[in-house]
């Protein structure tokens, strides 16, 4: 099979072939239809991440067809739909998974960080970390779901029952949580970067009642915030735009340092917090809810060769919407 590898970090990622890999006990193999690009990608290529396994074979917003059962899987058939989220195992007895916290798993294993992953024709995965995405919407559309959808829908839940919210960053993840927020009846206020009219004018087109720079400030205060660009710097200036008692929940893996701020400005019990990974409820209750929604992607396909370019695109901000390779 034809694969995107990274050696090591901060080197461009080797288009190889290799041999197809065989599903062990508990796992399928997986023809890869759609591979989302992630901004986590990035901090993995980048070496932003400490702890990926070399090499490796990145992505983690894969949806493909079941191609082969390892031994005593019954929950998939071949043929059948499936998507692959980052969280690809997780010990099962540690306080946090014995709790309903496995996101927080003291030994977990991260699709495309330390699994091989959906760079690549073929994949193999934990059946039981992988879900049925029947439907009719494209293979391509749904992958975004994956981690963006996901992580911005368990950022969203973070938030509360907040009517007015900002999304810092709009992105992959933003566009998708505007539509779910939305959807919920919220009124969105969406912050990109000085002068970004398009992504400004993106937002507007999905129903966000404002849209402007990150340093301007809605004309009202807002009930929470989330922050997708991993910029440490928007911190203080999210605290600045919620009201007392408001939430900025924190949607990246990684952040560039949070400068010192003023004790005032989350005075009043205004809390920050980060969000880590998700749960495979979280992804049940998703997967449930984007089509009813029903949400649409704003998807760039590009051919899997084609991956370098692709997270180049993202490292220099130059895309609306989400990146999906194509094998
Ligand atoms: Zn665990
Ligand atoms: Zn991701």
């Known amino acids: 099979m034809k694969a995107m590898v990274l050696d090591k970090p901060c080197t461009p990622l080797r288009e190889l072939e290799l041999p197809t890999p065989q599903p062990a006990a ?48 019954t929950r998939f058939s071949i043929g059948e739909r499936v998507g692959i989220p980052w969280l690809g195992r997780t010990c099962g007895v540690c306080r946090y998974c014995l709790s309903g916290q496995e996101n927080l798993c003291d ?4 699709t495309g960080y330390q699994i091989d992953s959906g760079y690549a024709e073929y994949t193999v995965a934990q059946a039981g970390y992988c879900f049925p995405i029947p439907g009719p919407q494209g293979d391509a559309d749904v992958a975004p779901w994956l981690c963006a959808g996901l992580i911005g829908h368990r950022a969203l839940r973070m938030a509360g029952d907040a009517e007015s919210i900002g999304l810092y960053g709009f992105g992959a993840a933003a566009h998708l949580v505007a539509q779910v927020a939305r959807y919920e009846g919220r009124r969105v206020y969406a912050f990109t970067r000085v002068g970004d009219r398009q992504a400004q004018d993106f937002a507007i087109s999905l129903g966000c009642a404002w ?15 989330i922050i997708f660009a991993p910029v440490g710097s928007l911190v203080p200036e999210a605290l600045r735009a919620v009201r007392k008692g408001g939430t900025v929940v924190l949607g990246g893996i990684h952040m560039s340092d949070i400068p010192a701020f003023p ?64 094998p």
Not at 40 to 48: A, P, W
Not at 211 to 220: L, N
């Open 211 to 225: 849209a402007g720079a990150s340093e301007e400030r809605p004309a009202t205060e807002l009930d929470a915030a």
């Open 26 to 73: 508990g796992q399928v193999l997986i023809k890869v239809a759609a591979c989302g690009v992630c901004r986590t990608d990035l901090h993995v290529v980048d070496g932003d991440l400490k702890e990926p396994k070399l090499p490796i074979i990145p992505g983690h917003e894969i949806v493909g067809h079941v191609a082969a059962l390892g031994a005593g899987v």
């Open 263 to 326: 004790y005032a400005i989350i005075w009043g019990e205004r809390v920050v917090r980060s969000v880590a990974n998700l749960t495979r409820r979280d992804a049940a209750e998703f997967l449930a809810l984007a089509p009813k929604v029903p949400l649409r992607s704003r998807v760039v396909p590009m051919p899997l060769a084609d991956a370098n370019l692709a997270l180049e695109r993202l490292r220099s901000g130059q895309l609306t919407g989400a990146t999906v390779l194509i």
């Open 107 to 110: 030994a977990p294993g991260f």
